[in-house]
């Protein structure tokens, strides 16, 4: 078997990157990000820290929800794309008739 189906198989494949630094644009927006937080969090009592604290639990988990839902059209639009290609090889032989 191959080693991403062994992966797969076994719960051992992990598509999350943990040493993602992305692009230039990327670490600049995530730069502002981090600048933006840690001045609304100087402003905010302990109380509208929880509430911004859940807010963003909230947000994390609705966007992971829809990136898995993309993921999961990704995949199969890559499969059609697949069967597609597969179920139309005839096509490329040339048949003497």
Do not use: P, W
Request: proline share 0%; net charge negative.
């Amino acid at each position: 078997m191959g080693k991403i189906l062994e992966a797969l198989a076994t719960d051992h494949l992990c598509m999350a990157s943990f040493e993602y630094k992305g692009s230039a644009e990327y670490r600049e927006a995530r730069s502002v990000s981090s600048r933006m937080e840690k001045r609304l969090l100087e402003k905010l009592s302990e109380e509208d820290k929880k509430l911004l604290s859940d807010f963003n639990d909230a947000q994390a988990e609705e966007n992971l929800c829809y990136a898995n839902h993309l993921f999961i059209k990704g995949f199969r639009l890559g499969v059609l794309m697949m069967m597609e290609v597969v179920t139309d090889q005839d096509s490329l032989i040339l048949h003497e008739e």
